[in-house]
């Protein structure tokens, strides 16, 4: 298998998701000192990924098996912590490394994502349309920021509990549904 190298590295680097500290006496320390309203930490738990564990080293492994595209590094973990959640909301329990792996082939058979522009320029050569003649309808910010920036029309269906990203440009549309949608655009 071409990703074995990579998957073995993965799953070497992923092993834990959570460390346990033992017993910690912080009495005369300065956070005892300057937080004398919380009880000192008996014991300590961290995130691995990325808090104690730098990503960087990953790059390269990832980026061999991904025709050298090392700048795919964050797409490929945000890819799996993705996968992670859907694992453990539907209780399909897999552990980080199979994950990792799994979403490493993922991205290793798409290498393009929206709302990289070549997705939306893609669809634009396919049908024979000019940008200004399409409307890209989402639910996500991401979809639209990069639909707009190819000159895409955007609408954008609000969803309960969902918000725009303000460092984009606002969507044409704005709407909480797709009936609202079909009515403005009479």
């Known amino acids: 298998m071409k990703y074995r190298?990579?998957?073995?590295?993965l799953r070497s680097h992923l092993a834990c998701t959570l460390l346990v500290l033992?017993?910690?006496?912080?009495?005369?320390s300065i956070y005892a000192q300057e937080h004398t309203t919380m009880p000192a930490p008996k014991?300590?738990?961290f995130d691995v990924n990325e808090t104690l564990l730098d990503l960087a080293p990953l790059r390269s492994s990832v980026?061999?098996?991904l025709q050298g595209r090392e700048d795919l590094l964050p797409l490929w973990f945000s890819t799996m912590l993705h996968y992670s959640l859907v694992d453990?909301?539907?209780?399909?329990?897999?552990?980080?490394?199979?994950i990792g792996a799994a979403a490493l082939m993922m991205v290793a058979e798409a290498q393009t994502f929206k709302p990289d522009a070549r997705t939306y320029e893609w669809v634009l050569e396919e049908l024979g349309?000019?940008?200004?003649?399409?409307?890209?309808?989402?639910?996500?910010?991401?979809?639209?920021?990069?639909?707009?920036?190819?000159?895409?029309?955007t609408a954008f269906i609000q969803r309960p509990g969902t918000v725009l990203y303000p460092l984009t440009a606002r969507p044409d549309y704005v709407v909480q549904n797709l009936t609202q949608l079909l009515d403005q655009l009479k």
Request: charged share 10%.
């Open 129 to 153: 349309v000019a940008p200004e003649e399409v409307l890209m309808v989402a639910a996500h910010a991401w979809d639209l920021a990069g639909a707009k920036a190819v000159g895409l029309q």
């Open 43 to 45: 014991v300590i738990i």
């Open 88 to 98: 453990t909301l539907s209780n399909d329990y897999h552990d980080f490394g199979q």
């Open 63 to 65: 980026g061999q098996a």
């Open 5 to 9: 190298h990579t998957l073995n590295a």
């Open 22 to 28: 033992g017993t910690i006496t912080l009495s005369n």
